[in-house]
């Protein structure tokens, strides 16, 4: 399932993976356009994968842009993390050893797959309680929401919604389950990994939107999967009709961000960085969506 059916296609908000600190800048991004006036949570779709499987979810609440911003930024609040050693270099030389050789896309992803299912990690059910001490509320929103895994197996692409059957968190942990560092996710006997794998935004899965808001923490010029891009989904969009605009992080971003986007110590200054941002974009954004 690689197209989102949907009874109102005005407007989709996109929200990208990148770790705990793209939690914390994309949350930091909407509390800065909240801050202008613009609130993109009424999206009548929201496309979450990886770290934006979280922020949707969080979006979706009930709590007001303002107390999502300060679970980032006050300790006494913030999520229990489990810190996770992340270097990205290296990870990059282990998806290419991984790719070398691989003849299409879904042959990558099985490999990919293959790798997350033997990779020594944290057990499942204390990645799953990090994962839901991010959620202030663990039941499926009623307004559209969307979450993308891929299955570790077969590599086929998983949509979890509301319909889906499948509870909140463990499609949120699903999506967020980076390979090579956290466990595969358990869900209805099969074994599931990080949407990020298919692309780090997905945002081809809002064909047919009018209008598409893509908050992606993924800085301009970072690597991307040699089947599919950023932009290329968003030229895609495009030529199909939607007005698209992409907010991904500046120079200050990225610098409060940190090299180890795993690690939990970089919340407050990438959500402080964030909101700075989503407040000199709101002008753009606000064209965009009202």
């Known amino acids: ?57 969080q979006a979706r609440s009930r709590l007001t842009v303002e107390e999502l911003f300060q679970r980032q930024v006050d300790p006494a609040l913030q999520a229990r993390e489990i810190p996770a050693v992340f270097d990205a270099a290296s990870f ?16 990558l992803h099985r490999r990919i797959g293959a790798w997350a299912l033997e990779a020594p990690t944290v057990g499942e059910p204390e990645r799953r309680a990090a994962v839901a001490s991010r959620l202030p509320e663990t039941d499926w929103p009623e307004r559209p929401l969307v979450l993308v895994a891929l299955d570790a197996a077969t590599g086929e692409t998983r949509l979890f919604d509301r319909a889906s059957g499948v509870g909140l968190v463990d499609a949120v942990t699903a999506s967020c389950a980076v390979p090579g560092v956290w466990p595969p996710v358990t869900i209805e006997g ?89 407040r000199r974009v709101a002008a753009v954004v606000h064209s965009l969506w009202v």
């Open 190 to 278: 099969r074994r599931y990994i990080d949407g990020g794998v298919r692309s780090s935004d997905n945002a081809d899965l809002a064909a047919g939107f009018e209008r598409v808001l893509v908050v992606s923490p993924q800085p301009p010029g970072a690597p991307a999967s040699p089947w599919t891009s950023l932009e290329q989904e968003v030229a895609l969009l495009r030529k199909e009709g939607s007005a698209v605009e992409v907010v991904s992080p500046d120079e200050g971003a990225v610098a409060a961000m940190g090299a180890n986007p795993l690690d939990p110590a970089v919340r407050s200054p990438a959500a402080h960085a964030g909101r700075e941002q989503g």
């Open 92 to 107: 990059a030389a282990a998806l290419q050893g991984i790719l070398t050789g691989a003849h299409d896309r879904d042959e």
């Open 1 to 57: 399932m690689d197209r989102i059916e949907a009874s109102d296609r005005r407007r989709a908000l996109v929200l990208g993976g990148g770790g705990v600190a793209g939690i914390a800048w994309a949350t930091g991004v909407l509390a800065g356009l909240s801050d202008e006036g613009v609130d993109v949570r009424d999206a009548d779709l929201i496309v979450g994968t990886s770290a934006g499987s979280a922020v949707g979810a």
